[in-house]
T-cell receptor
């Protein structure tokens, strides 16, 4: 199956700093990628839809100026958490959409962000 | 937008029993319904999916049924084993994005 990687897998940062998370589709091109956030013992909440070469579409309640998304190529999307605060600590998971008849979505391994 | 409700939130069964998890969705345009198993700290793993032109799909001990009229779909696991213990999520897709239910923590005791 298709492979999606995420980097870093874990990051600890101080409050007020910015953190960048990379999501790569390794063996296919993904015009659309998605970013989810998962708090402990909760579900995956869609944050935004990232389309290559255009602005991301954010879900209601997600601050676009705080969570910057860039999808500069067909294999890479980045999420930057700006001015991170302890409440931003969460598990961030990306997924890449493989278009076609099947239209499958492949998930990255996730990034555990801890803001001190 | 799409809203997915999932029940129950927790489910405890004895090894060998069957487990059923149910989900409802709100957007009649949704046409793809996957089920994921997630272990702690890991990515969701697709275990089975069904599309809106099919009413039922089975893969060994796992089956999914879909009722488009009622807008609900269910996951059935037969002959449960301790290794089936995990959190299970249903999801629905109308366009490209998956919207997830809140999850069911399944515990299978031996």
């Amino acid at each position: 199956g298709a492979v999606v990687s995420q980097h870093p897998s874990r990051v600890i940062c101080k409050s007020g700093t910015s953190v960048k998370i990379e999501c790569r589709s390794l063996d296919f091109q993904a015009t659309t990628m998605f970013w989810y956030r998962q708090f402990p013992k909760q579900s995956l909440m869609l944050m935004a839809t990232s389309n290559e070469g255009s602005k991301a579409t954010y879900e209601q309640g997600v601050e676009k100026d705080k969570f910057l998304i860039n999808h500069a190529s067909l294999t890479l999307s980045t999420l930057t958490v700006t001015s991170a605060h302890p409440e931003d600590s969460s598990f961030y998971i990306c997924s890449a959409f493989l278009a076609g008849v099947a239209g499958e979505q492949f998930f990255g391994p996730g990034t555990r962000l801890t803001v001190l | 937008g799409e809203n997915v409700e999932q029940h129950p939130s927790t489910l405890s069964v004895q090894e060998g029993d069957s487990a059923v998890i149910k989900c409802t969705y709100s957007d009649s345009a949704s046409n793809y319904f996957p089920w994921y198993k997630q272990e702690l700290g890991k990515r969701p793993q697709l275990i089975i999916d069904i599309r809106s032109n099919v009413g039922e799909k089975k893969d060994q001990r796992i089956a999914v049924t879909l009722n488009k009229t009622a807008k609900h779909f269910s996951l059935h696991i037969t002959e449960t084993q301790p290794e089936d213990s995990a959190v299970y999520f249903c999801a629905a897709r109308a366009g490209t994005a998956l919207i997830f239910g809140k999850g069911t923590t399944l515990s299978v005791s031996s």
